[in-house]
């Protein structure tokens, strides 16, 4: 099994969802490097906090649908949380590769591959968080090779604060002209679900000096209709 291929990509950037998570599971190491051997642009992730101040990488709000146990990232220690095993894309365990990663190892990955990081705020971070996450992206000096994405928008206002010219996308299902008011207003870029684009509303975005990217497309056709509107960028589980 392998990526599926767009032959004429002109210039719209690909971004691996959670790494390449179409072939490895997803948030993993594994799924990050096999991301990094091939042509992606960006490769994104989630960014939680644990119980004890730490950071993981982990999507969903507790880890019974990828581990054997349920745990809340926010209410667990990042030594629990770093010891568990996710299940192989078949639902077996025993890969030992398969393990809960640290916002370190997937930074040290993107530099050594030279991919450009989507780090999704999944939840509320205070500033003092933001400003623990840009203390350690600085230690790793890599805090140019990283795009914060948020569905929640006061994450991206407060990271404006400390860091004014930081690459930023709204996470949105929305692409009216309100929402373009304010990522105007906000000096924000957009990650939208891509059902809601139009090649009016994107032409309209980059007149205003907007980067567009959108989630999650999976279907060779779907890509091919946002390439044409002239999105910058497709985050994807399997096309290449």
């Not at 992606?40 to 992730?45: D, K, L, N, V, W």
């Not at 880890?63 to 077996?92: H, N, V």
Request: hydrophobic share 40%; proline share 3%; aromatic share 8%.
């Amino acid at each position: 099994m392998d990526t599926v291929k767009i032959a004429n990509k002109g210039g719209t950037k690909f971004v691996a969802h959670r790494g390449l998570s179409g072939l490895e599971r997803e948030n993993t190491c594994a799924a990050f490097v096999a991301a990094g051997n091939r042509s992606y642009y960006g490769i994104e992730t989630d960014l939680r906090n644990t119980v004890d101040g730490k950071f993981v990488l982990f999507h969903d709000e507790d880890t019974a649908r990828t581990c054997a146990d349920r745990l809340i990232p926010e209410e667990s220690t990042y030594q629990t949380l770093t010891r568990l095993q996710y299940k192989d894309m078949d639902g077996a365990f025993g890969r030992r590769d398969l393990m809960l990663p640290t916002l370190r190892e997937y930074v040290s990955i993107c530099k050594r591959y030279g991919k450009v990081g989507y780090l999704e705020l999944k939840h509320a971070f205070s500033v003092e968080q933001l400003a623990a996450v840009l203390d350690m992206l600085r230690k790793c000096e890599y805090e140019h090779g990283i795009v914060f994405i948020s569905f929640e928008l006061e994450n991206l206002l407060r990271l404006r604060c400390l860091v004014p010219r930081a690459p930023a996308q709204w996470l949105t299902a929305d692409a009216s002209p309100e929402t373009i008011r304010t990522l105007i207003e906000h000096r924000l870029d957009l990650d939208a679900q891509f059902a809601c684009l139009t090649p009016e509303n994107v032409r309209l975005m980059h007149d205003n000096g907007i980067t567009v990217n959108c989630w999650v497309v999976d279907k060779p056709e779907d890509a091919e209709r946002l390439i044409q509107m002239g999105v910058d960028q497709i985050t994807t589980n399997i096309l290449e």
